[in-house]
């Protein structure tokens, strides 16, 4: 796994990212949801300028860059959700982006990346090509730099000032912080930083079933890719191979629960966000939702749950609504 530095991320620089965010872009609102006898609080992070919350961790890392960096570019890694995020920052900051894309990424997030001015470079997921090789040999013959979409200390620390906005959101409407954060969770960038940003906090990745690097990773105690063959799963923003050394080493004394949901569970609950909280959630922005609202995570008295992303092709979308499962 490719990371930019040996620099190892930390809570100062999740509130100097935080600082940087709150500059930049106004807080995305935390919204009160009954479960039950229990009121749960959801961050709807689909609402950011690119639909989600990976702007952060993009804004944070390219902004640190000194002159020599930007005028190299950048080059980052995704399924569409980073993308988006990376080219939104390099293009405010007169950068440029290439971004490494699967070729079964979303339509609407190819179109996206390309019309914030990236060049996207794609590759053959399905047909098992090495998307990190790829970015390799793009970064070496530019002498760009990387910008991981979870294997960054910058961007680790930037998706955790997701928590710093919902632990103040919280105690002014709530009159206390979070002692429960639900997110979900691809290589574990907002799982780390949400660690990092509440560290009073239990933190509770949510993988889709069969995606689960973070859980074989924990209860391994080093880094553990996903098994041969994986399911099909409509969280495409939930698909790396393995996660990092450097997530894993954040959440290692902070995790003690991993939760998986279903394909039907993750529908589930994009229906309940759209009809309960009038929100579009996109599949893998909806899987900390499922796993609460099937009871796979146990509410608190100071529950947040993280909508991560609402980047959906609206044919999809409307399917979803129009299911039964």
Same mark, same amino acid.
């Given at each position: ?171 002014? &409407? ?5 002692? $429960?954060? =639900?997110? *979900?969770? +691809?290589?574990?960038? /907002?799982? %780390?930083? !949400? ?76 229906? &309940? ?5 009038? $929100?579009? =959630?996109? *599949?893998? +922005?909806?899987?900390? /939702?499922? %796993?609460? !609202? ?32």
């Amino acid at each position: 796994m490719m990371t930019n530095s040996s620099r190892q991320p930390d809570r100062a620089g999740v509130l100097r990212a935080a600082e940087k965010i709150a500059a930049l872009l106004p807080p995305t609102p935390l919204l009160p949801l009954q479960i039950g006898d229990r009121t749960i609080w959801c961050k709807a992070e689909n609402l950011q300028p690119v639909g989600a919350f990976k702007i952060r961790g993009a804004w944070h890392r390219l902004t640190d860059l000194d002159q020599a960096e930007r005028t190299c570019g950048v080059v980052g890694v995704s399924s569409g959700n980073h993308a988006q995020g990376v080219a939104w920052a390099a293009r405010r900051l007169g950068i440029a982006a290439t971004i490494v894309m699967p070729v079964d990424a979303p339509r609407v997030k190819l179109d996206a990346t390309r019309a914030l001015g990236a060049q996207v470079v794609l590759y053959d997921r399905p047909g098992g090509e090495d998307r990190e090789a790829v970015a390799a040999r793009l970064v070496a013959e530019s002498g760009a730099t990387l910008v991981h979409a979870f294997a960054d200390p910058w961007v680790i620390e930037g998706q955790g000032s997701t928590g710093i906005e919902i632990a103040a959101q919280m105690e002014k &409407l709530d009159g206390g912080g979070p002692d $429960l954060l =639900v997110c *979900p969770c +691809g290589g574990g960038g /907002l799982s %780390a930083g !949400l660690a990092l940003a509440c560290p009073d906090a239990s933190v509770v990745p949510v993988e889709p079933e069969g995606w689960d690097t973070m859980r074989r990773s924990l209860a391994a105690g080093e880094v553990t890719p996903i098994g041969a063959d994986p399911p099909a799963t409509p969280c495409d923003s939930l698909q790396p191979m393995s996660t990092s050394a450097i997530n894993l080493g954040v959440l290692k004394n902070r995790v003690n629960l991993v939760a998986t949901v279903t394909p039907a569970e993750v529908r589930a609950a994009q229906r &309940l966000a759209f009809s309960r909280l009038r $929100l579009v =959630v996109e *599949p893998g +922005g909806a899987a900390a /939702l499922a %796993a609460v !609202l099937t009871g796979k995570v146990a509410v608190t008295e100071r529950t947040a749950v993280v909508l991560s992303g609402g980047n959906t092709d609206p044919a999809a979308f409307a399917q979803v609504l129009l299911g039964s499962d």
